[in-house]
């Protein structure tokens, strides 16, 4: 089965958006990023980072200096218990404003488009219908979206979605209130497939229905031919059933001549013997 992820911003989303940050001494945790992070992964949840570095194309600073900020994040958040499983950057940018010719360029990674969550989706065997983007900005908001992904904006920084912007799942203004609706909605799942019958838990894949269906079948056949089986249990309801019925005889005897006592008793003893008899072929016809 495919795992879930977290797909979360960096800049103003797991650090304070210092502008381009371009020194590791920069990087500063937001306040409960780590704990945040840390609870993602109890509840199961893969943690990806997905940034846009274009101060890489702005020769702001270097490859080489944009992986050496991106260490710094995973150390401090490691130093709190909370792991990052795979980051992804976007060095590249259009346009004049970017000025190292190498990395002047579209590309499918940058957000608002969704390629590095795709990436991440191929290489992590992610299902983007059940995970969640998670940031700070509208382009976050649009990638998650067009990866497919359930979408939290966070608004702590004043952003808010315009008309034009594509709309987020939710809005909240922390890192800890999107974990606990997250949270929330896996509880919710949970719940909605503890309350289906189990004729539909399997409902919508095509394998495990037919697995089912095969399964029904071969167990009813199999029922069938030990029906032509000799068995105790069968030769015991059927004396068990002549039982009540002699009983029930001698008791409708003691009836006709008024002995109510003795009739009672042995209409009694009847129900118990048919009651043993039914018992007895439930038995075999269930085995």
Known sequence: MKRTAVFLDRDGTIIEDAGYVGDPQQVRLIRDAADAIRRFR??????????????????FFDEATMNDVHAR??????AR????????????LDG???TVEAYRRDSELRKPKPGMLLLAAKELDIDLSR????GDSPAD????SGAGCRTILLRHNGAAPRAADTAPTHCVDSLTAAVELVELDMRQDLDSKADAPAADRGHGD?????????????????????????????LLGAL????????ALWGVIALMDDQSAPATARLTLACFFQLAAVTAFAIDRFR
């Open 42 to 59: 109890q509840a199961g949840h893969l943690v990806v980072i997905v940034s846009n570095q274009s101060g890489v194309a702005r020769g």
């Open 131 to 134: 995970s969640w983007m998670i």
């Open 141 to 144: 908001v649009e990638a998650g």
């Open 96 to 98: 004049p404003e970017a």
């Open 81 to 92: 218990g909370a792991d990052v499983d795979r980051a992804y950057y976007c060095p590249y």
């Open 206 to 234: 095509p394998v495990v229905s037919a697995l089912e269906r095969i399964h029904d079948q071969l167990e009813r056949a199999h029922r069938k031919e030990r029906q032509h089986d000799f068995s105790f249990l069968r």
């Open 73 to 78: 994040v995973v150390s401090l958040l490691a």
């Open 240 to 247: 068990l059933q002549m039982l009540a019925v002699v009983a």
